[in-house]
């Protein structure tokens, strides 16, 4: 797609353009996508487009930023600085002209990222803007050279939450609802291959309530608007390749990264949830790249301040496995025969070190050690190695390559290796399913853990072709959950950051609860 340079593709090769859709706030994960494709994969675009806030990337790319620059200034960022009511129209109550204005985002956000219009408008960056001129009834694409804050904030300006800017007599608003994804002015430019980054949820889990409503049909607008795009070009490329003259007179490739981004589109006071955005865009942006077959060169990354801070607690867990036809039994052990039942408890202190990269890292990992009993393997075992991974999405497998993963539907992962009493090493995998379409609740849902026990030591993504010793279901009782709530500790070299260290854990811990059990209250958590 490119060669080592990154330079453009050469004459006769096709014109690339790079769609950075709307999404409201839910382009951070945007961010993290252009930090791979313009740093690592180094890929150069013919024509950049963006609609909605997808423009807040795209002012920052025709400014001249890396990906990791635009990607910084959203990990970066502080949202309550952006926040601004509209108190004065708020006593209107329903014929307020907004509940909010853009002069937190004006005064604060913009100069942070450090936006400069004169910069902008010297591009040499083929770009397009979006806005819709409500006064003529049309969307106008902006290219950087007219480019300014009334007309940058236009785009962005959502009926109800954002009043409309007026200019020269015209009222513009963000042009959302008659696209999202400007794939028409891509086409129109010559462009032969569109890459499109779609952060608006296609879930298609409707919610009731005004809010929830009003966001539906931004998403009806915006999904029934590409998939009307996505089916012309698919009827242009079959009528070419049968040679019979497609619409757009040429094949049109597109290549679309979407995800389901646990953000909320406007509502989110933690800086926090901003990076795990951005970092969940890094992480399936490389596994798309992976996918799509595009090499990628990952540059040193930048030195971060020692994270001193740590979390550490401890959880019991006991029930019983049944061992299979197969089972390996040590050689000094009872006889048991094949589906035999034996009690199986565990004892771990999980240790996170490092609490500020466990909340953004996607793979929420750290590090476990204990034992493990069970008088048929030996009695109590050390655990030699152990990884814990709290919260981290389920991956889905169908419909995506690579498979994508639902933000509603999490796991907590346990994978410990250890050694029977005769020194045969196994592995015991673990997995709590945490899911809104659970039906039996948030204690059972967290406190269950469904068990396997492997021959050997074995390796994540291994599990299909290991032998099963021995399978069955370990919870956690109420007691022992008493218990566990009074070994929490944290360590940093302040009393004031061990206080930060364990509210920013609870913080990460509820917030991810609330993505999977508070979706009818209020989509994603805000904290």
């Not at 009827?235 to 953000?263: C, H, K």
């Amino acid at each position: 797609m490119t060669n080592d340079q990154g330079a453009r593709p050469g004459a006769g090769s096709p014109r690339r353009s790079l769609l950075l859709a709307g999404g409201g706030l839910k382009v951070a994960f945007q961010a993290g996508v252009l930090q791979v494709l313009l740093d690592e994969a180094r890929l150069r675009f013919d024509h950049v487009d963006g609609a909605s806030g997808g423009v807040f990337n795209l002012a920052m790319y025709c400014q001249g930023m890396s990906g990791r620059e635009i990607a910084d200034n959203w990990r970066e960022l502080r949202p309550l600085k952006g926040v601004s009511p509209n108190w004065r129209e708020l006593v209107k109550g329903p014929y307020a002209r907004s509940l909010f204005t853009l002069e937190g985002y004006r005064r604060h956000v913009f100069p942070a990222w450090g936006l400069d219009w004169r910069k902008i408008r010297a591009t040499e960056r083929e770009a397009t803007f979006n806005l819709y001129n409500f006064s003529a009834n049309e969307l106008e694409t902006v290219t950087p050279d007219r480019m300014d804050e009334e007309r940058f904030a236009s785009g962005v300006s959502l009926p109800m939450w954002f009043p409309p800017v007026v200019i020269d007599g015209q009222t513009y608003i963000d042009p959302v609802y008659l696209t999202d994804a400007n794939v028409e002015e891509a086409i129109r430019r010559g462009c032969d291959e569109l890459w499109i980054v779609w952060t608006v949820s296609r879930r298609q889990r409707w919610r009731n309530g005004f809010v929830a409503n009003y966001f539906h049909i931004v998403e009806a607008a915006a999904n029934g608007e590409l998939l009307h795009w996505l089916r012309r070009i698919e009827a242009n490329n079959d009528a070419e390749r049968r040679e019979e003259g497609g619409e757009f007179g040429r094949v049109i490739d597109v290549r679309l990264l979407s995800s389901e981004v646990p953000l909320n589109y406007l509502v989110n006071f933690s800086r926090y949830r901003f990076a795990q955005a951005v970092e969940l865009g890094v992480h399936k942006a490389r596994r798309w790249c992976e996918s799509q077959g595009i090499p990628l060169a990952p540059g040193p990354e930048p030195s971060e301040p020692d994270d001193e801070t740590r979390v550490r607690f401890t959880e019991r867990m006991t029930g019983s496995v049944a061992f299979g036809e197969s089972a390996f039994q040590p050689v000094d052990a009872p006889e048991a025969e094949a589906g035999a039942r034996a009690d199986l408890a565990v004892e771990l202190t999980i240790d996170i070190r490092g609490v500020d990269r466990f909340v953004v890292s996607p793979e929420h990992r750290a590090s476990a050690t204990g034992w493990i009993e069970c008088q048929e393997l030996g009695g109590r075992l050390p655990v030699d190695e152990g990884v814990f991974q709290l919260l981290v999405e389920r991956s889905d497998p169908d419909g995506a390559d690579p498979p994508d993963t639902d933000p509603a539907h999490l796991r907590m992962l346990y994978r410990l290796y250890f050694s029977d009493r005769a020194g045969h090493r196994l592995t015991l995998t673990g997995h709590k399913e945490v899911s809104e379409d659970s039906r039996e609740g948030l204690w059972s849902d967290t406190s269950v853990l469904y068990t396997r026990v492997l021959r050997g030591h074995v390796g994540p993504g291994e599990e299909d072709g290991a032998q099963t010793v021995a399978s069955g279901v370990i919870r956690i009782r109420p007691a022992d959950f008493l218990k566990q709530l009074t070994t929490f500790r944290a360590d940093a070299p302040t009393i004031p950051g061990r206080v930060t260290a364990l509210r920013r854990f609870g913080q990460f811990f509820f917030g991810k609860l609330w993505d999977v059990y508070g979706q009818k209250v209020l989509p994603w958590s805000p904290l």
